[in-house]
């Protein structure tokens, strides 16, 4: 899978990273094309090849009162007018067999979820729309298991496979990254660094996941010295009230700070 092939993605020939970036979820279109026109002016400035993320649906919820959205059409449209009105390919998360079709039509990668990554029939789908497929490792499965979901995505008749690392439960309420599996990882397909979900503290008695933002930085960097080909970051300007993932979210006024750094990290692990 090369950067190159996905549509309006800029910046290709660089060396840096790629950046996978936005809310986790949609809730509006001003609130998106804040973030999305943020991030871009970031992105176009450090060179770094820009997709922006957004959820249109939040399936996989702690409670039932929990926000999912603002409407499954609704939101895919404000997903596609930021890819319009700012010329930058787009993702969203997928959770059944017919979001793939009706989710392909809006987006340019279809991520599969952590939890999900498993139901063959879910990753078989997203492949055969001929969409990018960014497989997300369960926080319950090893690096080496990856192979097999990339498999799918071969067998279903697609070379359009990323796999994202988004941690490992590490007890109950809490994740850990084992940098370990970047380079076994790369050896199936690219592979990028889900850093704020990384950070997650899941299964609060409270019903709402707690985070970890203040090692944001940290977590990123080790990803860039470990030679990620891509860094996925959520991101709000208002992360205390996102109505979904605030607590381990990046402040928007941070991201270009954070950018900087991991750019010029990659430079110089580039001269090694």
Same mark, same amino acid.
């Given at each position: 899978?090369?950067? &190159?092939?996905?549509?309006? %993605?800029?910046?290709?020939?660089?060396?840096?990273?790629?950046?996978?970036?936005?809310?986790?979820?949609?809730?509006?279109?001003?609130?998106? =094309?804040?973030?999305?026109?943020?991030?871009?002016?970031?992105?176009?400035?450090?060179?770094?090849?820009?997709?922006?993320?957004?959820?249109?649906?939040?399936?996989?919820?702690?409670?039932?009162?929990?926000?999912?959205?603002?409407? $499954?059409?609704?939101?895919?449209?404000?997903?596609?007018? +930021?890819?319009?009105?700012?010329? @930058?390919?787009? +993702?969203?998360?997928? !959770?059944? @067999?017919?979001?793939?079709?009706?989710?392909?039509?809006? *987006?340019?990668?279809?991520?599969?979820?952590?939890?999900?990554?498993?139901?063959?029939? /879910?990753?078989?789908?997203?492949?055969?729309?001929?969409? @990018?497929?960014? /497989?997300?490792?369960?926080?319950?499965?090893?690096?080496?298991?990856?192979? !097999?979901?990339? &498999? #799918?995505?071969?067998?279903?008749?697609? $070379?359009?496979?990323?796999?994202?690392?988004?941690?490992?439960? =590490?007890?109950?309420?809490?994740?850990? @990254?084992?940098?370990?599996?970047?380079?076994?990882?790369?050896?199936?397909?690219?592979?990028?660094? $889900?850093?704020? !979900?990384?950070? &997650?503290?899941?299964?609060?008695?409270?019903?709402?996941?707690?985070?970890?933002? $203040?090692?944001?930085?940290?977590?990123?960097?080790?990803?860039?010295?470990?030679?990620?080909?891509?860094?996925?970051?959520?991101?709000?300007?208002?992360?205390?009230?996102?109505?979904?993932?605030?607590?381990?979210?990046? !402040?928007?006024?941070?991201?270009?700070?954070?950018?900087?750094?991991?750019?010029?990290?990659? #430079? %110089? *692990?580039?001269? /090694?």
């Amino acid at each position: 899978m090369k950067l &190159q092939d996905i549509p309006k %993605l800029k910046h290709t020939n660089s060396d840096n990273f790629f950046l996978l970036c936005g809310p986790c979820a949609i809730e509006n279109e001003d609130m998106a =094309f804040r973030i999305a026109e943020r991030v871009l002016e970031i992105s176009n400035t450090l060179e770094i090849p820009y997709i922006f993320k957004g959820s249109f649906r939040k399936a996989n919820r702690s409670r039932i009162d929990s926000f999912t959205g603002i409407g $499954d059409e609704k939101a895919l449209e404000i997903l596609a007018k +930021v890819s319009e009105k700012f010329d @930058v390919p787009t +993702v969203t998360d997928i !959770h059944e @067999v017919s979001d793939a079709a009706k989710a392909a039509q809006y *987006v340019d990668v279809l991520q599969i979820p952590a939890f999900l990554v498993r139901q063959t029939d /879910l990753v078989v789908a997203a492949a055969k729309t001929g969409k @990018v497929v960014n /497989l997300k490792k369960g926080q319950f499965m090893s690096p080496e298991a990856m192979k !097999h979901a990339v &498999q #799918k995505v071969k067998d279903a008749g697609s $070379d359009k496979a990323w796999i994202t690392d988004r941690g490992t439960m =590490f007890g109950y309420q809490d994740m850990i @990254v084992d940098f370990r599996g970047i380079p076994t990882m790369r050896e199936f397909a690219p592979t990028v660094l $889900d850093v704020t !979900h990384s950070l &997650q503290q899941p299964n609060q008695s409270a019903g709402v996941t707690g985070g970890r933002p $203040d090692m944001i930085e940290t977590i990123a960097r080790a990803g860039i010295v470990n030679n990620v080909d891509g860094i996925f970051i959520e991101t709000h300007f208002d992360p205390a009230n996102a109505k979904s993932d605030g607590a381990n979210m990046l !402040h928007l006024d941070n991201l270009e700070g954070l950018m900087t750094n991991l750019v010029a990290i990659r #430079k %110089l *692990v580039n001269t /090694l």
